[in-house]
């Protein structure tokens, strides 16, 4: 009797009682990843079904240890979706190190989420050590900012903009850096 009170009612689907068509209520479901292990800001390819491009997913890496990061989905389509993996940091000391981690799927609904199943031991590797020696990176970077500033003192030389003002803080500015980079080079 139920049922055909219902079925004799309106012909419009009541999405609040009739939940078997509804995409949002249906869970992702993870069939694969495009590879189990990866550095930081690559893209991980997530395929599997249940995913609309209407919907708002993102991805969760977590593990046992406090390490959990919800990263939003870059690209998605009806069976796959491309995710940037996050980098893995220690809770409590700020580290990169490699480390393992389960992923799953989050579909935000209305006020609520629905997850898809885990797959489990995913691995982010560490950030890639330096082979250049300490300080080398920030003296360069230095170097090339007092060019820069050189650069764009003899680019204004003779136009509208060679007004002592402006030339007097390019000038403060390349004294200021090539006296910071003479500080960190005794230091290196």
Known sequence: MFLLLTNNGCNKKD?????????????PIINSLSRTSSMPASQLVITGSGFSTAENLSVRFSDNNNYQVDVPV???????LIVSVPPYI???????????????????????SIESNVIEDFIIQGLPASVAAL??????????????????????????????????????????????????????
């Open 74 to 80: 870059l690209q998605t389509g009806e069976t796959s």
């Open 15 to 27: 999405s609040s009682t009739d939940l078997g068509d509804d995409l949002s209520t249906t869970p």
């Open 135 to 188: 300080g080398t990176v920030t003296l360069n970077f230095l170097n090339w900012e007092i060019n820069n500033y050189k650069n764009i003192q003899q680019e204004i030389q003779g136009t509208a903009m060679d007004i002592p003002a402006l030339t007097d803080a390019i000038s403060d500015n390349i004294s200021n850096l090539q006296s910071l980079y003479t500080k960190i080079k005794t230091v290196v």
């Open 90 to 112: 220690v809770s409590g000391s700020g580290l990169f190190i490699t480390d393992t981690v389960n992923i799953r799927i989050i579909k935000k609904s209305g006020s609520g």
